[in-house]
């Protein structure tokens, strides 16, 4: 089992109300599209409520902003399951419901795995990205880290770092 998994936020902001007409495609699509996450590989954790999307959960005083949250074994399994798959299609999409942004909306972190991040640390290492670029605290696809580790080896008695 691997020591660290990858979490990830990413947040929109949708240009109306998702019981507006105009939101139905979106809506449509986020089922099959939580469906097909969960059972991709590499998959570990996504947000949800019991009604099974996190459409509901206001991180933001923003009621139009949408937190999206998951877990993931690694950077590849996200990058595969967000670039090649059915996920692609509705990107291609989205600004038909979401409105450009201009500061970043993705962050990407590492956790130790069997953790679940929580909505606020996540927004914590987004405005961290935000004011100050990728960095091993919260970083991007383009700018990525590799897990922290601390190695520890025993010498004369005392734990050092080697």
Known sequence: MAEFHLAQLNVAKLKAPLDEPSMS???EALEPLN???DGWPGFVWRLQTDAGDATS???FDDPLLLVNMSVWESVEALGEY???SGHLDV???R???ASYMVEAHLCLWWIAAGEVPTVDEAKERLEHLRA???SPHAFTFKRRFEPETE???EDDGWLCPA
Do not use: C, N, S
């Open 25 to 27: 495609g979106f809506v």
């Open 35 to 37: 469906g097909l996450a």
């Open 57 to 59: 959960i206001r991180a």
């Open 82 to 84: 967000v670039y090649r």
């Open 91 to 93: 990107m291609r999409r």
């Open 95 to 97: 600004r038909e419901w």
């Open 132 to 134: 100050h670029g990728p």
């Open 151 to 153: 190695v520890v080896t």
